[in-house]
């Protein structure tokens, strides 16, 4: 699998290349500013971008504006969003386009070595991974169809927003997987996705979940 990581900090660029390495994952890019990241996804065309939201020359939001930009030329180009902190707007524009392939992840679960590389498949294989942070702050208003769900469905769907599995999901809420795949199948029909294959539903309903 294919991947351009994009950091500004060289230990941690160079920290996360050697992980991703080990994991299996070739990094034919590893970048430190916004123009460079932009140039290298166009041209490399991966099948996921690890991106530091902040890079040169502006360290502002150089990084995710590079990730949009070629988004838009690769559409549904997968990526992932590192971040020191939660900033609501920035995750709020990578989810705008509504479509899968997506994460927000803040800096400090990269130390996680085995979470840092789920997620970073998970986005690759067009899923989300979303930190529970990030999601608290997204749905902390809640508007129609979701009013619909009950407070054991909005439980289960904040944690496939963080990428879960099922048999994960079960062991958080301390029930059993059949459980969790009724709560699913409510959930999908409560957002109208009752056509789609089980994991395109999955992806559509997380974004219905974190829809900006």
Do not use: C, W
Request: hydrophobic content about 45%; cysteine-free; overall charge negative.
């Amino acid at each position: 699998m294919r991947v351009v990581l994009a950091e500004d900090l060289f230990l941690l660029r160079d920290g996360l290349r050697t992980l991703l390495t080990a994991h299996g994952f070739e990094v034919v890019a590893a970048v430190e500013t916004g123009p460079e990241l932009e140039r290298a996804l166009v041209e490399q065309r991966p099948d996921v971008a690890v991106v530091d939201v902040r890079l040169p020359p502006t360290q502002t939001d150089e990084g995710l504006r590079a990730a949009l930009s070629a988004r838009r030329e690769i559409p549904g180009l997968p990526v992932l969003v590192l971040s020191q902190h939660v900033e609501q707007l920035y995750a709020r524009e990578l989810l705008a386009d509504g479509a899968g392939g997506v994460g927000y992840l803040l800096k400090d679960r990269v130390f996680n070595a085995d979470q840092f590389i789920d997620a970073v498949r998970r986005v690759a294989a067009g899923g989300t991974a979303m930190d529970p942070e990030v999601i608290a702050k997204l749905v902390a208003r809640r508007t129609t169809p979701l009013q619909r769900l009950t407070e054991r469905e909005n439980d289960v769907l904040a944690l496939m927003a963080e990428g879960r599995s099922n048999a994960a999901i079960a062991q958080q809420l301390v029930v059993s997987e059949g459980a969790v795949s009724k709560h699913i199948a409510s959930i999908f029909g409560k957002l109208d996705l009752t056509t789609s294959e089980d994991t395109n539903r999955r992806v559509l309903a997380v974004l219905e979940y974190l829809k900006p």
